[in-house]
């Protein structure tokens, strides 16, 4: 996938943690930021499908989900 540049701007103090994190990871800044926004972009978008999912869900199905999860914590293993 090409990568494309962006210019980003952010309080010190979170400069501080990506600076401190990227130390930790042994990466540059960049490439922690960049992993960050990748994920956080796919867990909103996982958030937007989950959410128009259960905005379109009937009753009675919803009702019978939660049924089939309460049986499914029964389970061992």
Do not use: C, H, W
């Amino acid at each position: 996938m090409p990568l494309q540049r962006i210019n980003l701007n952010v309080p010190a103090e979170i400069r501080d943690g990506l600076r401190a994190v990227a130390k930790r990871l042994n990466k540059t800044e960049s490439e922690v930021a960049r992993d960050l926004l990748v994920e956080g972009l796919r867990r909103r978008e996982k958030e937007a499908f989950y959410e128009k999912v259960s905005q379109q869900m009937t009753p009675a199905l919803r009702s019978r989900l939660l049924e089939i999860s309460e049986a499914l914590e029964g389970f061992d293993g």
